[in-house]
């Protein structure tokens, strides 16, 4: 496993003084999370891993296997499990200009209807659905309407490979955070995991119960993915 990506993941409960940090920043910043379908693809390239500023894990397995190995880390992700709800509070409450990319132009309209539902106040000054062509294109976009956080929601390594291209084209500050598939879920419920499955830890097996290409990671990859990070980090011991 690469060590300069195993470096750059952060612990949840870092996650609010990192969020802090970033807005003070007068350059652009992105921030990403890995689970280990995600861990597997961004490893094979070393431009996402470098131009992610910051990277935090994105559920109980990686947290597990990555304590044993290294510093100690706790889960961050971006649902209302977790980082969601606070991010969301604080960009409101900052009243920070907000960008919403990603999911089908549908799953975007709806999640951004349900967000300004939930958040009143919320400064959403641009959004659109993650199907891009042209990064340069979107990223003169966003600054043309002077955002200053943006949401990519696309899936690993479409969103980390977005918000890294996007960065070389926008010279002021501007905060990229990845959502994963979190504008699909708040399309289809406003709070997509059930309370039971929240307070279990078993968000896995909701997603796997409810999308075949979830199903597909966690049968096949997952365990290929516990193997090769167990030997890799054991061979280095």
């Not at 990506?5 to 969020?19: M, P």
Request: net charge positive.
């Amino acid at each position: 496993m690469k060590h300069s990506l195993n470096q750059k993941i952060y612990s949840g409960e870092q996650f609010t003084e990192i969020r802090n940090a970033a807005f003070e920043q007068q350059v652009p910043v992105a921030i990403s999370f890995v689970n280990p379908f995600s861990y597997y693809e961004v490893q094979k390239r070393d431009d996402l891993i470098e131009g992610i500023d910051y990277y935090f894990s994105d559920g109980a397995l990686l947290c597990k296997l990555h304590n044993l190995f290294l510093p100690k880390i706790s889960r961050a992700s971006f649902d209302y499990s977790s980082v969601a709800k606070p991010f969301l509070e604080y960009i409101t409450n900052k009243s920070k200009r907000l960008a919403v990319i990603g999911a089908k132009e549908s799953e975007n309209e709806k999640a951004v209807t349900i967000l300004k539902q939930q958040y009143p106040g919320i400064n959403i000054v641009y959004h659109r659905d993650g199907y891009i062509d042209d990064i340069s294109s979107v990223a003169k976009q966003l600054e043309a309407v002077a955002a200053e956080v943006v949401i990519v929601g696309m899936g690993t390594p479409y969103q980390e490979n977005f918000c890294v291209e996007a960065k070389k084209y926008i010279s002021k500050p501007i905060v990229f955070i990845t959502c994963g598939g979190f504008l699909t879920q708040t399309s289809i419920k406003p709070d997509y995991y059930h309370p039971l499955i929240k307070k279990l830890g078993l968000r896995w097996l909701q997603r796997m119960v409810m999308h075949k290409h979830v199903r597909d990671r966690v049968i096949r990859q997952y365990p290929k993915f516990v193997f090769s990070y167990l030997f890799h980090m054991i061979k280095k011991r």
